[in-house]
């Protein structure tokens, strides 16, 4: 990546239970920055879950919501953004959360994820894309597929974080940021 200028903010992308949400506040914390869940606001702004706008309006509602409130961040300076992990699919999105910050992409196993998804049985039901799939793991593989060249193409840097605890993964994340402007590593 070539980012010339220092970017305040920290945007963590990744599939659904790689762990943007738990990391996001710990670095949040670390740093004291303000922590912020795209997916919080759009079911703080609806006043409904995500499984019941999926399950009401739609997915392309839900997308619309989303998008909706990440523009709505053009404001926020030194904040942590944990996005859900379909933000990748509209480009806007990216073009927009790239300018206001490094993008960080947590990338996992699929054996991690399901693993981290099957040890909180509510995750699974708060997510509608996973909640009805009869192989958990084929239809993380699937989707994970489908999104592998989005993600990879979206991230300023990107971190593994199998086998890591969120305070290890949490600390990679800060050093990166504090060496900006970015060095090669980027
Ligand atoms: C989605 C992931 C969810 C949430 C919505 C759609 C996706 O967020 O935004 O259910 O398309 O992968 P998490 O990544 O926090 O699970």
Redesign the pocket.
Known sequence: MNREEKLNNIVLI?????G??AIGKYVAEKLNMEFI???QL?VNNIGQS??MI?ELYG?AY?RAL?QNIIESLTDKEDVVI??????V?NRKNIQFLKKKGVVFLLQASIDTIVSNIESSPS?KE?????KDASNLRDRIKR?YETRKELYISSADVVIRVDNKSKELVGDEIISIFRQQPPCSCF
């Open positions: 990744g599939m659904s239970g790689v943007k949400t869940d795209t997916d759009v995500i499984a999926f997915e839900f989303e944990s996005t859900g992990g379909g933000v699919l995750n708060d997510r509608p894309l996973l989707i």
